[in-house]
């Protein structure tokens, strides 16, 4: 039996963190911004026969699918939701018109979860309740959602840094998708 004499007192927790470094260094952060205006709630098609489905429910489709798609990966990926132009504020910097949504005990930018899959893919149906819209962004005003928004977006991802080793720092790749109509 031949046996590594360097290899006998290893300790099996360095090759744990050895992998782990690397799968925070290849991660990436990424930040759905949403355009909630009243607009993105009024048919997408325009013919009678299809089905009636809103430009928001085809945002909600195609984000519910990347995150089942990360899941499904096995991707260790955090990603935020946030929506803006909303009457409704839930943010860290208490900014007028953004809210960013979440599920559970989950941080506002985490791993994607079943659970948060679940509940976002029916968002449509309580969206104007829960959280509502305003009509649109007015150019020139003070109170402009989409600055808001991407100072949102940017503190959940400096945030997200927090986790990171300091070697993994500068390799993270962080993303923000904004999609509105």
Not at 81 to 100: H, P, R, S, W
Not at 153 to 160: F, I, V
Request: glycine letters at 6%.
């Amino acid at each position: 039996m031949d046996l590594d004499p360097e290899g006998i007192f290893r300790d099996d927790s360095d090759e744990d963190d050895d992998n782990v470094q690397e799968r925070e260094a290849n991660k990436e952060m990424v930040v759905y911004l949403v355009y909630a205006s009243l607009k993105m709630f009024t048919p997408a098609t325009t013919q009678a026969d299809e089905k009636q489905e809103t430009h928001f429910h085809t945002i909600v489709y195609c984000i519910t699918q990347s995150l089942k798609t990360q899941i499904i990966g096995g991707s260790y990926d955090e990603v935020a939701i946030c929506f803006f132009n909303t009457k409704e504020k839930k943010n860290l910097q208490d900014l007028a018109g953004v809210y960013v949504y979440n599920v559970g005990d989950r941080d506002p930018l985490d791993r994607p979860t079943a659970k948060l899959i679940k509940d976002f893919s029916c968002i449509e149906d309580s969206f104007m309740s829960n959280i509502g819209s305003r009509y649109g962004i007015t150019a020139g005003s003070r109170e402009n959602t989409l600055y808001n928004a991407l100072w949102v977006a940017q503190t959940l991802l400096c945030k997200g840094y927090v986790h990171f080793p300091p070697f993994a720092f500068m390799q993270c790749h962080s993303l923000i998708n904004l999609v509105g109509y």
